[in-house]
């Protein structure tokens, strides 16, 4: 597994822009493909966006296409999530987690590290 920890969460207003970041250690960083998920209060965690090993490929729940861009610095061993025109349904706490099978993934149980998560909240 890798240690991953999210940062770059807020309060924004509808509209904005937020930058997310999630600092991984403890793995090689490349081996792994990576993902964003979040969940807001009372509903189930949702897939958000992913990446694979080299950053060459990712996907976006349509959700958010078009407007989050997923993205890594493998040699800075982060992964980004770029947010803009944030929606009030966009609040949540998001989480960052790690594949050993190094693709891009929409499903969680194919990640078997994950962040603590980090809360967005978007005021309409």
């Known amino acids: 597994q890798v240690q991953l920890v999210e940062s770059g969460g807020g309060l924004v207003q509808a509209g904005g822009s937020l930058r997310l970041s999630c600092a991984a250690s403890g793995r090689t960083f490349s081996n792994f493909g990576m993902g964003w998920f979040r969940q807001a209060p009372g509903k189930e965690r949702e897939f958000v966006a992913s990446?694979?090993?080299?950053?060459?490929?990712?996907y976006c729940a349509n959700s958010v296409k078009g407007r989050f861009t997923i993205s890594r610095d493998n040699a800075k061993n982060t992964l980004y999530l770029e947010m803009t025109s944030l929606k009030a349904e966009d609040t949540a706490v998001y989480y960052c987690?790690?594949?050993?099978?190094?693709?891009?993934?929409?499903?969680?149980?194919?990640?078997?590290?994950w962040g603590q998560g980090t809360q967005v909240t978007v005021s309409s």
């Open positions: 987690a790690a594949s050993p099978g190094g693709s891009y993934y929409t499903q969680a149980k194919s990640y078997d590290s």
């Open positions: 990446i694979n090993w080299s950053g060459s490929l990712t």
